[in-house]
């Protein structure tokens, strides 16, 4: 599903200093919350019709929707489906048409059949009704803020959201064939599953589109988007591929979109199983946030479409893999329950990662694992659990994080190590074949590998999918030149308890062997390494490798494919070869971080070389990030050297970014330099989006004179997904000056700006609170009134944005806005980020602002002062009375 923490846009975001709000946050399961489980099935859902007319004026669907049921109890008298917030205005037989009686249970609907079905006797019952939905299905229409809005209805399944919409079984564990038939006005498109039986002109000004999807399938996807949309075709051998967007964004639609065949021929192959629908449709809607793999027909957010400067330095074409590898998994092969969430969102993670590395390159997939695994070490750090888990408060959304998305496809990635890769991709294969149309879980998988590769995978599921955690490594190493061995000793540091393991697994050791004594270390090229594999088992280990010469570097988990944290202490001579001739970009990079905080001159100088030389722009990035965190006058000279002659975008960022390491008034004549570069960087314009926004938050990380002044001036640049603004809000937000609040706020709280607009202000204010720099009462409470305002913003991107600002300020005055989204939301994504953030100022863990600590620690300091005063007294008195009576 959805997909905004994840993949190059968030990436791109991030690194132009606009992070998106947390998708998870402190303890994983929060107070009240239970484990949940598959609901029982009385009846089995064969079949599932829709009939529903969009009233685009009163934002109203009214229909009917008649459900096909065979009993699986013995004897069936009653049939339960989810429906909340619906008006019912008949339920009846569906054969004869006789009325039924029906009461409402909360969110579920009881049915009372005509008399008891037995086991395998089939039944319908037809429901007819109408709704204004709050969640589930969207109204899109023009508003102050945003008047190019178009009229459009879109709908997200995803986990239970379908049953504020229409009545179902708004659970995976069951799947059916459906119908659906939407009436929508004449000029209008509408998208369902499956194929398209007819479109029909009813003569009164709608049209009703007909869909039909054969191959049975979990309810929540099911979708229906409507508007005016552009189509634009392509196939993919004999299926019919469609692209759907607004008028005027069709080059767009192909810059994303155009891939789809080359990738479904690609996955096919892998998978070992054709691409399973009829048809495959990918649709544009407006305000739908991430993307969502709607059974033949993906849904992706209006975000994600880039314009021709955006697809500079941003790449969609993961997400398009990402939702098309669920049409397999999540889709053809549906989880049983949310615990088992991994098998889709890891998959599909993991999947959008190696198409991309086939496209890019090998460097592609291991930055991509590296990304992923960073973003899981930083959740696991707010809050551990296994993988398939349970326990969430109502449908399981909250469990759509990073444990299921990255570190499960860290998992996918580590397993392909272990069982090599022939045998990983037969045993997808199997695992697709044996398991297509039906419901899956964590076994299905975990026996499929073991068939396929003979290998016994209980302890390789049970360390990384059932238990939590990670192996914390430190790692020593030695060379004895006299019996020609390297020593390396392992520790695995991380606390085991019943969570967390100590750790059995493959491990690949290399080493650079030089081939005669001759040679030596600073050739060109990358060199190969001797590569070993070893087993881990225990806490501590070592492990003695004979080498025919003292190598000129050492890899632990080379490759990097091993879930982890290391420490590994090398010298800078091994550090400065891994940095110029280690094929792996992992090396590369972990040389980078390890040669920057050495700093010594000969490491600094290879640092500085391999920034022009290096090919890579990710290895870029972290020699940049090294060298700016030195904060010395060379390294700020190399920098301005590097923005002058690398053009590359994604390295520029990383370059920008380290230009906001140095910060007025530690530095101030370094930090004016750095932000006399940003500034004419912005006044003479960049071409990439990212970059402008990068330049504009080091700019306010830099804390220059006259740098606020300068950020004012870029606030109403409006560019794609606001991503300009977004950096320049950013930029006010780290100058940690009160002065920021009030564009910040009025920003924010403006709701004729453009909706992005006031999302990126309000995650300006989240930024402005975690510099812990603003203690004026006034601006203070300004602040917190914006984003307790901005709560209530109907655009969930604010309001999700303005949950993490709200735990940023750490102030009790947004409580109440907090817990009104709790009791009244119906969208459990924000009723966590809300609950994260009441939890995280009840804790009192939110940023105390600097002053108020420098006055403790003054306090402190007083206090220690005074008790020494007193004891000296006490020892001069002491002294004195000695004296005395020594006299
Ligand atoms: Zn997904």
Redesign the pocket.
């Given at each position: 599903?959805?997909?905004c923490g994840t993949g190059d846009l968030a990436r791109a975001l991030r690194e132009a200093g606009i992070a998106e709000p947390p998708a998870n946050g402190p303890s994983f399961a929060l107070p009240g919350d239970q484990p949940r489980y598959a609901p029982d099935r009385p009846a089995d859902v064969r079949h599932v019709d829709i009939a529903v007319t969009l009233d685009f004026e009163r934002k109203q669907v009214r229909g009917a929707v008649t459900h096909r049921f065979a009993a699986l109890f013995e004897s069936v008298r009653v049939v339960t489906l989810d429906a909340a917030e619906l008006h019912i205005e008949e339920i009846t037989l569906a054969e004869s048409g006789a009325p039924l009686e029906w009461w409402s249970e909360g969110e579920k609907l009881r049915i009372q059949l005509d008399r008891a079905y037995n086991y395998g006797e089939e039944f319908g019952v037809r429901v007819a009704y109408w709704a204004q939905p709050r969640t589930g299905l969207v109204f899109v229409a023009p508003d102050a803020g945003n008047p190019d809005l178009p009229l459009q209805v879109w709908t997200q399944g995803e986990t239970e959201y379908h049953h504020f919409w229409f009545p179902c079984h708004d659970f995976p564990n069951d799947r059916a064939s459906t119908s659906l038939a939407a009436t929508v006005p004449a000029s209008f498109f509408a998208l369902s599953n499956g194929k398209l039986e007819e479109a029909r002109d009813n003569g009164d000004g709608t049209k009703t589109y007909q869909w039909r999807q054969d191959i049975p399938f979990p309810a929540y996807l099911i979708t229906l988007v409507a508007g005016e949309f552009v189509e634009i075709q392509d196939h993919w051998r004999e299926v019919p591929v469609n692209y759907y967007v607004r008028a005027g964004r069709e080059a767009d639609a192909r810059r994303m979109l155009g891939r789809t065949p080359a990738m479904m021929e690609f996955f096919t192959q892998r998978f070992g199983l054709d691409y399973p629908y009829v048809k495959y449709a990918q649709i544009v809607p407006e305000m739908f946030l991430g993307?969502?793999?709607n059974v033949s027909a993906t849904t992706h957010s209006y975000r994600l479409l880039p314009d021709q400067r955006a697809s500079l330095d941003y790449k969609p074409e993961a997400v398009v893999a990402?939702?098309l590898?669920?049409q397999w998994f999540?889709d053809l092969l549906a989880v049983r329950d949310w615990s088992h969430t991994w098998l889709?969102?890891s998959f599909?993670?993991y999947f959008e990662a190696v198409w991309m590395g086939e496209e890019l390159g090998e460097d592609q997939l291991r930055i991509e694992m590296r990304d992923n695994l960073d973003a899981y070490l930083a959740a696991d750090k707010r809050g551990r659990r296994p993988i398939v888990y349970n326990v969430y408060r109502k449908n399981g959304n909250e469990l759509?994080d990073r444990h299921n998305?990255q570190k499960g496809s860290r998992v996918l990635h580590m397993l392909r190590q272990v069982v090599g890769d022939a045998a990983f991709w037969r045993g997808m294969a199997r695992y697709a074949q044996r398991n297509q149309g039906r419901e899956v879980i964590t076994a299905d998988f975990e026996r499929a590998h073991e068939e396929a590769s003979g290998r016994s995978l209980a302890q390789f599921f049970e360390q990384w999918v059932y238990k939590a955690g990670h192996p914390e490594f430190k790692v020593g190493y030695s060379w004895d030149d006299e019996r020609k061995l390297a020593k390396l000793s392992v520790r695995q540091t991380q606390t085991v308890n019943e969570q967390t393991p100590v750790f059995v697994t493959p491990l690949d050791l290399a080493f650079f062997v030089p081939q005669s004594d001759d040679e030596k270390p600073d050739g060109d090229g990358f060199m190969q390494p001797q590569v070993m594999r070893v087993q881990l088992e225990q806490a501590e280990q070592t492990f003695y490798i004979p080498l025919a010469r003292r190598p000129f570097g050492v890899r632990f988990d080379y490759g990097g494919w091993l879930i982890k944290t290391l420490e590994f202490e090398a010298p800078a001579d091994m550090l400065r070869f891994q940095l110029r001739r280690d094929p792996d970009t992992n090396g590369r990079i972990e040389a980078a971080t390890a040669l920057g905080e050495k700093g010594d001159p000969d490491s600094l100088a290879a640092l500085e070389e391999a920034l022009f030389s290096e090919s890579f722009w990710g290895v870029r990035q972290a020699i940049a990030a090294a060298l700016a965190g030195r904060k010395s006058e060379r390294a700020l000279a190399t920098l301005l050297r590097a923005l002058d002659e690398i053009e590359e975008p994604k390295a520029r960022r990383g370059i920008v970014a380290g230009l906001g390491e140095y910060r007025a008034p530690e530095q101030s004549d370094l930090a004016e330099r750095a932000a006399a570069a940003l500034t004419a960087l912005l006044a003479k314009g960049e071409p990439s989006y990212f970059v402008t926004a990068a330049a504009a938050s080091a700019l306010g990380k830099t804390r220059a004179p006259g740098a606020f002044e300068t950020l004012l001036r870029y606030v109403d640049t409006p560019s794609w997904n606001e991503v300009i603004r977004g950096g320049v809000f950013a930029g006010l937000g780290e100058l940690g000056d009160a002065r920021a609040v009030e564009p910040l706020a009025r920003w924010a709280t403006d709701r004729t700006k453009p909706m992005d607009a006031r999302a990126a202000a309000v995650s300006g204010l989240r930024v402005l609170a975690a510099t812990k720099r603003v203690d004026q009462p006034e601006a203070r409470t300004r602040a917190v009134e914006a984003v307790a305002f901005a709560l209530s913003d109907p655009w969930e991107m604010a309001a999700g944005a303005a949950c993490a600002a709200a735990a940023a300020w750490g102030d009790a005055r947004a409580l109440p806005a907090l817990q009104r989204i709790v009791a009244e939301s119906p969208d459990e994504r924000q009723v966590r980020n809300a609950r994260e953030a009441i939890a995280a100022i009840q804790r009192g863990d939110a940023p105390r602002d600097e002053t108020r600590q420098l006055r403790a620690d003054l306090d402190t300091l007083r206090e220690d002062n005074r008790k020494l005063r007193e004891r000296l007294d006490a020892l001069d008195a002491q002294a004195d009375g000695d004296r005395k009576r020594s006299e």
């Open positions: 599903m959805r997909h993307a969502m793999e990402h939702e590898v669920h999540g889709k969102e599909a993670t759509f998305y």
